[in-house]
């Protein structure tokens, strides 16, 4: 997976692509998808949600350059895989997750892991987590029509925001950096995640 998925693609962080060598993305899944578990591929975890493709969480953690230490805000813990990468790195990671029995279950595969500095909240992450701001980075892992007002005031001077800005159907990678003269944007490339559900996002489930 992270010769061929990753390392090809042209993932070039030495310390991204070791983390993911040696997480074991089949503990993040239900059982009956374990042999898929290094699929080029998101899959399903249950209650209508995915775990990303491994290229787009490679990408993604990339693009956030968390350093050991740093302060990351991610919300939508889904599996809880992408927490785990970071948590690797030696990030803090303050994580949130609407659903509570998909935080239940990854908060259970943190503790298997033996994975620190993870702290978890049960909410709508579209309103950042004021009381633990400002962060050095933070990850949206689910789809927002537009980035939420509150998560760019909680960014760190320096600090990277990393989302998928789009409609339902498709959504452009969005890096947002504060730089000295203000926030800056780049586009990272199209990626299609599950919506951030959310009065500040898309409001309702697409199919309720
Ligand atoms: N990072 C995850 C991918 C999760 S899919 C992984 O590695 O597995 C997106 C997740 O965002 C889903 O679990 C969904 O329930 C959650 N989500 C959607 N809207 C949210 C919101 N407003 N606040 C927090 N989590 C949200």
Redesign the pocket.
Known sequence: MVASQLAARGIRDGRVLATMAWLPREW?LPPHLADEAYDDAPLP?G?G????QPFI?ALMTEALAPRRGDCVL??????????AVLAHLGARVYT????PD?LVEAEERFRRLGLRGIETRL????AGWPERAPFQGIIV??AAPAVPPPLPEQLAPGGRLVIPVGDLASQELVVLERGPAGLVARRAGGVR??????RL?FTEEPWG
């Open positions: 993040f975890i209650n949600q995915t775990i990303s969480v991610e919300i939508g813990t889904g599996s809880g895989y992408q927490t949130v997750e609407r659903l998909l909410g709508d992450g579209a892992t689910a995640f599950v919506p951030l559900i959310s996002a």
